[in-house]
């Protein structure tokens, strides 16, 4: 994939070698929390190499990269490292192995094992999403560093008190975990291709895979989406206890429409339940109904930190959940996530990687708070892109749908189009208040 951002570009790809360039920009523009350790290991990746063919240095870049963006949210939460009248020594204090990292680690290698099965149960369509994960943030990274000012809206409570040293370490965690929970809604797949490759032998199955959570969890997995589906409120000010002026609000829309995506087992949902009880970080959210016992200004900021984490992982598979903003961590991850799908290799690709191949480009024209033009000239013709390229463009129009507060969108303008050779395509486009979609 290639792909040219505008104004202000953070990478310009050539189109042989787009890892490669993803690399240069990384390596130039290094993220402020990574440590010599995370800097060794993205000094460990062949940088003429393609990422999804490194699965080892990856992974340990994926651990080492997710392991210093939570160290530096930690480290900008006052009540664990002290006010200035009483500061703590933040280095001796801190223990990598209390922050559930190596049970996601564990979660990620297990994925990569198990890999090889999805590209088989869906080799037309499969792409990867180990390599996947790392370019996200990586791309992510330079637009929310260089076209968005480095900072995200999350609350009009709390939107300037989140930094842009904070949101570098939010978008790292979101990228790298959003699709840590594929497998789960693969197995189905793969008990389709089983069945109809023995059933030919007749052979009969006596029972399909079936996986699912631990009933002995469900009130941690209760809690977890009440927490993403949640909001911040302020307390009446005849309720509050000092300082304490803040409780948290269940949106039942998003706690419905979180329900229906996990009863589909759609791997949004499922990502952020497993990063959700794994991480310790998330397992110390406050999540306060409570106006008798409300939370402070900075218990209620933390909550907002990981609510928008988890929700934004959830959101980017759940096509109910509609955006009002190009500015949101949810839009952002969704946009770079659509992005990617363009130029990452299914299985019968890489079965024919002997053959020429030539790469889809991506050109972002411009990306901004306000207006965001990409353009994607896919490989091949029109007949064989026509279905991928329909299917992305409705998924767009979903979450720019008629809904509760869609005259917001007035202000604000996407086009999003695909062509191939001989510039046959189509496209959406959002321009004053009017959504159109049309052939080229």
Not at 77 to 99: W, Y
Not at 260 to 272: F, I, K, P
Not at 274 to 296: A, N, Q, T
Not at 399 to 404: G, K, Q
Request: net charge negative.
């Amino acid at each position: 994939m290639a792909l040219n951002t505008f104004p202000r570009p953070p990478f310009q790809f050539e189109s042989e070698h787009p890892d490669k360039q993803l690399l240069v920009y990384l390596k130039e523009s290094t993220p402020w929390y990574l440590t010599e350790e995370a800097k060794r290991q993205l000094r460990d990746l062949d940088p003429d190499g393609e990422l999804n063919k490194q699965r080892e240095p990856v992974i340990g870049l994926w651990e080492a990269v997710l392991r210093d963006a939570l160290r530096g949210l930690k480290k900008h939460d006052p009540r664990e490292c002290g006010a200035e009248k009483q500061p703590i020594d933040f280095e001796s204090f801190f223990d990598e192995h209390s922050l559930g990292t190596e049970r996601l680690s564990e979660v990620l290698k297990a994925f990569s094992k198990f890999e090889s099965l999805m590209y088989g149960a869906q080799p037309q369509r499969y792409r990867d999403h180990v390599a996947h994960t790392l370019r996200v943030w990586i791309i992510g990274h330079g637009l929310l560093k260089q076209c968005l000012a480095g900072k995200l809206d999350a609350d009009p409570l709390f939107d300037d008190s989140i930094s842009p040293e904070e949101w570098e370490c939010i978008w790292a965690m979101t990228a790298l975990c959003h699709d840590i929970g594929y497998p789960l809604t693969a197995v189905d797949r793969i008990n389709d291709r089983t069945r109809q490759a023995l059933e030919g032998q007749g052979l009969h199955h006596l029972g399909d895979l079936r996986y699912g959570f631990s009933p002995w969890i469900q009130p941690l997995q209760e809690t977890i989406l009440q927490l993403m589906a949640s909001k911040v409120v302020e307390v009446p000010p005849a309720l509050r206890r000092e300082e304490q002026a803040h409780v948290t609000h269940l949106q039942n829309k998003y706690y419905m429409k979180f329900l229906n995506s996990l009863d589909r087992l759609e791997h949004g949902v499922v990502s952020a339940l497993i990063v959700g009880r794994s991480l310790v970080y998330f397992l110390e959210s406050d999540l306060c109904h409570d106006p008798f016992d409300p939370l402070s200004e900075e218990d209620a900021r933390q909550f907002l930190i990981r609510r928008e984490i988890l929700r934004a992982i959830a959101a980017h598979t759940c096509p109910e959940i509609y955006h009002l903003s190009f500015r949101t961590l949810a839009f952002l991850l969704f946009i770079v996530d659509e992005l990617q799908c363009w130029g990452r290799p299914t299985f019968e690709q890489l079965m024919e990687e002997m053959q020429p191949h030539h790469n889809d480009e991506v050109t972002l024209k411009a990306f901004s708070p306000d207006r965001i033009d990409i353009e994607v000239v896919a490989a091949g013709n029109w007949e064989q892109r026509k279905r991928a390229a329909e299917r992305q463009l409705n998924g767009i129009h979903k979450r720019l749908r008629l809904a509760v507060g869609t005259p917001m969108l007035g202000a604000l303008r996407l086009r999003y189009e695909v062509k191939t050779e001989g510039d046959k395509g189509c496209f959406i486009e959002l321009r004053d208040g009017r959504i159109e979609e049309g052939k080229l």
